[in-house]
C-alpha cells in the first residue's frame, strides 16, 4: 500500500505557483521521494526526486522538512498543461516497483 | 528525445483469446518493468526483468501472465487466456539501472485493452 497522503484535488490559476502538499510520516531513512505526474490516460512520467535536501529541476522544485515527514512539490508558474494528477511515492534507493497512491488531481485554470 | 514506445495503442479481443502487447524500451536501459491501470484506479506494479528474468512480480501477476525480451529491442506481455477483468491500460517502463540510478521511470503512452 502507498505510505503517503495526498489531498484528493488542488486549484491553481495559470501563472500562479502551485504548491503539493505530501505527508510521508512513516518515511524510512534509507526512502527517497520520488513526484511523478498522469496528464489524462497518458504514461506516467518522472518529475523529481529527492533524500533529505531541497531539490530542483527545469520541471519543479522539492521541498522535504528537516524531520523527512513531508514534502511540498512546487511547479513555479503553472500553465495549462500541468493540469494532471500528481503523485508522491517514497521508496528504498534499490527499488524494483513504485507504489501509486490515488495522488493529487491538480486542475489548473486560466 | 529518447522515448518508450508501445504497439497497438489499442486492442480488443475475446475473453479466453492470446494477447501480446509489444514495448521498445530506451535503447541503453537495463530494468524493464510492466504497470497496468484498470480504468479509474490506481497504476499497478505487475513486474520488473533484468538481464532475461523476472526479477520481482505482484500477486497480479499469475500463470496467466509472461514476459519476454525475444531480441535485443522488444519486451512483450503475453496474457495467456484473457478474462474481463484484464481490461486495461498496460504501461510499459525502463531504467537505466537499479537504484538511485534507476530513479527515474520512463513509461511509455500505454496500450489499452478491451477484453469482450
Known amino acids: 500500500d502507498a505510505k503517503t497522503t495526498q489531498p484528493t484535488s488542488m486549484d491553481c490559476a495559470e501563472g500562479r505557483a502551485a504548491n503539493l502538499p505530501c505527508n510521508h510520516s512513516t518515511i524510512s531513512g534509507n526512502e527517497y521521494v520520488y513526484w511523478y505526474r498522469q496528464i489524462h490516460s497518458q504514461g506516467p512520467q518522472y518529475i523529481i526526486h529527492?533524500?533529505?535536501n531541497n531539490e530542483t529541476n527545469e520541471m519543479a522544485s522539492l521541498i522535504i522538512t528537516e524531520d523527512r515527514k513531508s514534502s511540498t512539490l512546487i511547479l513555479p508558474h503553472a500553465t495549462l498543461r500541468d493540469t494532471a494528477v500528481y503523485y508522491c511515492i517514497v521508496s528504498p534507493p534499490g527499488f524494483q516497483k513504485l507504489v501509486f497512491g490515488t495522488g493529487t488531481r491538480l486542475l489548473v485554470s486560466p | 528525445e529518447p522515448e518508450v514506445t508501445q504497439t497497438p495503442s489499442h486492442q480488443v479481443t475475446q475473453m479466453g483469446q492470446e494477447v501480446i502487447l509489444r514495448c521498445v524500451p530506451i535503447?541503453?536501459?537495463?530494468?524493464f518493468y510492466w504497470y497496468r491501470q484498470i480504468l479509474g484506479q490506481k497504476v499497478e506494479f505487475l513486474v520488473s526483468f533484468y538481464n532475461n528474468e523476472i526479477s520481482e512480480k505482484s500477486e497480479i501477476f499469475d500463470d496467466q501472465f509472461s514476459v519476454e525480451r525475444p531480441d535485443g529491442s522488444n519486451f512483450t506481455l503475453k496474457i495467456r487466456s484473457t478474462k474481463l477483468e484484464d481490461s486495461a491500460m498496460y504501461f510499459c517502463?525502463?531504467?537505466?539501472?537499479?537504484?538511485?540510478?534507476?530513479?527515474?521511470?520512463?513509461f511509455g503512452e500505454g496500450s489499452r485493452l478491451t477484453v469482450l
Open positions: 535503447s541503453n536501459h537495463l530494468y
Open positions: 517502463a525502463s531504467t537505466v539501472g537499479r537504484g538511485l540510478a534507476g530513479g527515474e521511470l520512463f
Open positions: 529527492g533524500l533529505k
